[in-house]
């Protein structure tokens, strides 16, 4: 069945630039997740591409997406302990089952 | 809008006892999700409706676990009998349905810590 893996934990220093890996099985994936999870919340999208691309970026957010080898990974540039969280990777695909698969979530954690 | 509300945040229950968990969906969202987390086995989907019908329900661990949608801006998930491996924050979500298939961005309720000692 698919997967979708992420290491568990990360902790970087203020000001330094986070990458969050992601590795995914499924190869008819189509829209790639990231969601972010901080202490007491629900889940909350922090951006999305689409698998016919290799890279978007938004503000301090870049993503990148290697279909051949199945990584997608999230760059946060000037990382700040407000983003202190769980960031999860999930992947959907084209065939109408509208479910979500799930990584199992990393742990950033910043250091004033 | 206020978002995916989900009640009680917090529920405290002992073994045995019937625990059920509300919520409320975005207005106009096609389909609805129950998620659990746990440490042990991260997030997991338990059951998805669309339109207010049942579409997968292969996440629901024992027949413990029965959700219900009867209409479109309310879902339960209930567990009867509970017991302590339940314990866990449950999540509601809601989304629109997309395009070809594609599901736009499931929007998450706060969640529900449930606790049964």
């Known amino acids: 069945g698919e997967d979708v893996e992420q290491s568990l934990f990360l902790s970087v220093r203020e000001g330094d630039s986070s990458v969050i890996n992601c590795t995914y099985t499924d190869s008819s994936s189509t829209y790639l997740y990231w969601y972010k999870q901080e202490p007491g919340a629900g889940l909350q999208l922090l951006t999305y591409i689409f698998s016919n691309m290799d890279m978007k970026q938004d503000q301090r957010l870049t993503v990148l997406l290697n279909k051949k080898d199945k990584h997608l990974s999230l760059r946060i540039a000037d990382t700040q302990t407000g983003d202190s969280a769980i960031y999860f990777c999930?992947?959907?695909?084209?065939?109408?089952?509208?479910?979500?698969?799930f990584g199992t979530g990393t742990r950033l954690k910043v250091l004033a | 809008d206020a978002g995916v509300i989900q009640s009680p945040r917090h529920e405290v229950t002992e073994m045995g006892q019937e625990v059920t968990l509300r919520c409320k969906p975005i207005s106009g969202h096609d389909y609805l999700f129950w998620y659990r987390q746990t440490m042990m086995r991260g997030l997991e989907l338990l059951i998805y409706?669309?339109?207010?019908?049942?579409?997968?329900d292969s996440g629901m661990p024992e027949d413990r676990f029965s959700a219900k949608m009867p209409n479109a801006s309310f879902s339960t998930l209930k567990i009867q009998p509970s017991e302590p491996r339940d314990s866990a924050v449950y999540f509601c979500?809601?989304?629109?349905?997309?395009?070809?298939?594609?599901?736009?961005?499931?929007?998450f309720g706060p969640g529900t810590r449930l606790t049964v000692t």
């Open positions: 979500a809601s989304s629109l349905a997309g395009s070809g298939g594609r599901t736009y961005e499931q929007y």
């Open positions: 409706f669309n339109n207010n019908v049942p579409i997968d």
């Open positions: 999930a992947e959907t695909e084209d065939s109408g089952t509208y479910k979500y698969i």
